[in-house]
């Protein structure tokens, strides 16, 4: 792993959709959709970034474990678009734990990576409760297999463990379930992940990849990869709704200054 994805300091910029068709923020245009997305991916790339992910990050109400076909239909068909023109690494993310849409999705484009909230820790939140996956997924992965990694959350961001297990043990069952890394985010109590969490989960994990999924700045972005092997950026780089090219220069240049 840490000779292929993982061979440098990661850093994965967010393609965040708006409100997709189907949720109660959908503002009645498909076309503001597409072009936001392919127009932020491509700030994104030129802006320096290793690699992209897509997420239905604004949908409000979140869902639990699947999203309605008109949402999913768009966000594939802007996957596909994306990845027309995409050479960096290209993940997918459909809030909260849609593995099922996720994996086909993945293996419909043939996308790197997939985001999983939650792999192997039960989590509860304003959306509902959310069973691991990592079991279906499994046998759905066997019956479909592609090379696309598996990021697995613990203690994902805004939701309750049910039961609440220790984030380092957490990860360790991640990796026991094959697991390609470990995300870490927020903890239970909703609050941003800390550098010390991140130093305490690489003493615990060893060498596995971490990957730091939330509140990560150009202040501190060399703090978090003096553990981590990769940052997740979506709302850093944004000046309202939109990819910021000059704050996402900023960011790789302090990154690529150090981590060539």
Not at 76 to 105: D, H, S, Y
Not at 113 to 129: I, P, T
Not at 209 to 227: D, Q, S
């Amino acid at each position: 792993m840490k000779g292929t994805f993982f061979d440098k300091k990661m850093v994965i910029g967010m393609v965040h959709l708006l409100p997709l068709p189907g949720n109660a923020a959908y503002r009645g245009s498909k076309e503001e959709i597409i072009q936001n997305a392919v127009e932020d991916a491509k700030t994104l790339i030129e802006g320096g970034v290793d690699a992209i992910a897509l997420e239905n990050f604004s949908d409000w109400p979140q869902y639990s474990t699947k999203i309605p076909l008109e949402a999913y239909s768009l966000m594939l068909r802007i996957a596909a678009q994306i990845k027309t023109f995409c050479r960096l690494p290209f993940g997918v993310n459909i809030e909260m734990n849609a593995f099922r849409q996720e994996w086909a999705m993945a293996y419909a484009v043939d996308a790197d990576f997939v985001r999983l909230e939650a792999f192997v820790d039960n989590r509860a939140g304003s959306f509902g409760y959310i069973e691991a996956c990592s079991t279906p997924l499994a046998k759905i992965m066997k019956d479909y297999p592609a090379k696309t990694l598996l990021f697995a959350d613990v203690h994902t961001a805004e939701t309750y463990g049910q039961p609440d297990i220790p984030i380092n043990e957490a990860a360790q069952n991640a990796i026991n379930h094959d697991a390609h890394a470990i995300i870490v985010t927020e903890n239970d109590a909703c609050q941003k992940i800390t550098v010390e969490n991140v130093k305490s989960m690489r003493e615990a994990i060893a060498d596995f990849p971490i990957i730091v999924g939330a509140g990560v700045k150009t202040a501190n972005v060399l703090e978090y990869l003096e553990y981590a092997d990769a940052v997740i950026v979506g709302r850093g780089f944004k000046t309202g709704d939109r990819v910021d090219l000059e704050l996402v220069k900023e960011f790789m240049k302090v990154v690529r200054a150090k981590y060539n």
